[in-house]
């Protein structure tokens, strides 16, 4: 069986943002916010958050009958996890591989690579 790239899937990535900016949402209210794009049932919501809990992405309390979820993680550690994950995994553990493979994207606007290479003098200040 293949391992996946990162522990998180597309739908679970999906939810965790909506959670993130919402900094606390119901099975409904995350539903509602996805609905605006795409369909998708209230059951397969309440699964998704129900394993981001159990992978610890998530927290929740009950209030009533309906469960409120929070972040169990800051974006940014999540997001460091899942680079540290993806450097290792398809990079063969070098950030070097993974910044020069942004930095010579087609997909990378002039404007954006003056940013990168402001954001690296201004770390090495």
Do not use: C
Not at 22 to 48: D, G
């Amino acid at each position: 069986m293949k391992k996946s790239l990162t522990p998180l899937g597309e739908t679970e990535m999906e939810v965790l943002h909506h959670v993130w900016e919402l900094e606390e949402a119901t099975v409904k209210e995350v539903q509602e916010r996805i609905l605006k794009s795409r369909e998708v049932a209230y059951t397969t919501i309440m699964t998704v958050m129900k394993n981001l809990a159990d992978k610890g992405y998530l927290k929740y309390h009950k209030d009533g009958v309906r469960y409120v979820y929070r972040p169990a993680q800051k974006p940014e550690s999540v997001q460091s996890s899942l680079v540290r994950d993806l450097i290792s995994k398809v990079f063969k553990g070098s950030p070097m591989e993974l910044v020069q493979t942004l930095v010579k994207s087609e997909e990378l606007s002039d404007e954006e690579r003056k940013e990168i290479r402001k954001m690296i003098d201004d770390m090495e200040d």
